[in-house]
């Protein structure tokens, strides 16, 4: 099992190495109380700076837990691509989201961005809050993921701020630009991601932003949601070949897709009594389990027990699959099974 890591306000670095040193509140109620570690049972800690320390749990009592520090590691996992996301503000969850996701993704800074239709934001102590409710939500990500340096995420800026206080590589999410990123040259220095809100940015917003320099990027035909899912994803790419068209990348979706759709078209014909020639053995035989479960209920609904099904799913014990099963039977308009 994996060490837990720990992110902690101590001075960590070669100079700890055989030293006992308290954890701090919080990181000493998640690992006793939460996460139940007892005296003895190895542990990661590192400051947000760089480096790790391999550390042991020394002591546990009602006042807190000590840690003996074994070995330090100046490990970097950082990505050779600098990538500040400038993100407008959206909904609570998804703002959250957005942030763990760039950090897991290997951002090295996180700029909130106040737009015309961008969600509110608190002014003063209470916006202040929520900056560093953000904060956490990366420090927590890099305890997840491995990194070593936690992104900083400052203090939300209005949009003709950033327009005019960005230099190097500088890219806006607009929908219906016509080049992609694969067009564009591999960059040679930071690059600065501009994501709009839930509603887009508005006209006079991106014709601000060409007017300051900033090149329109399309990710494609269709328009995905504000957050991470439109533009993390691709931040991968970027930090890899800067290229959204790699042809073994393009093919390995392109079968996948051709795989789900083919399952989903084949369920309606089953259910007809029809077998269609070239349908995909999954859906009767169950060559994944998930997809066997929710597709042997499926067929169960209408009479059909597929022959291989595992029976975990011909039981449907899986709240889901009964649940992809209850669906499908409203789709259909089939009465449910006796």
Known sequence: MQAPRFHVALALGPEAVGRDLPLPDAAAHHAVRVLRLAAGQPLVLFDGRGGECTATLAQVDKRGATVRVERYDAVERESALAITLLQAVIA??????????????GVTAVQPVLTARSAPLPAGERGERRRLHWQQVAVAACEQCGRNRVPAVAAAAPL?????????????????????????????????????????????EIAAARGAGWGPLGL????????????????????????FDDPARRRRNSCAQR????????????????????????????????????????????????????ARAQRSSSRADRTVASAARRRFRTPHPP
Do not use: C
């Open 92 to 105: 609570n969850d998804m703002m959250d989201y957005a942030v763990r996701k760039a950090t897991e993704l």
């Open 160 to 204: 003709a701020a950033v327009l005019a206080g960005r230099t190097g590589r500088r890219l806006i999410l607009a929908p219906g630009a016509a080049q992609s990123l694969a067009a564009r040259p591999s960059p040679d220095g930071p690059v600065a991601l501009l994501v709009g809100p839930e509603g887009g940015f508005a006209p006079q």
């Open 259 to 310: 795989r789900v759709g083919a399952a989903s078209a084949a369920m309606p014909l089953r259910r007809e009594g029809i077998a269609p020639e070239g349908a995909p053995t999954n859906v009767a035989r169950g060559a994944s389990f998930v997809g066997a479960a929710s597709a042997a209920n499926v067929l169960r609904g209408h009479g059909i027990a597929p022959e291989g099904a595992p």
């Open 220 to 243: 494609g035909l269709r328009v995905r949601p504000a957050g991470a899912p439109r533009a993390w994803p691709r931040s991968r790419r970027m930090q890899g070949s800067w290229d």
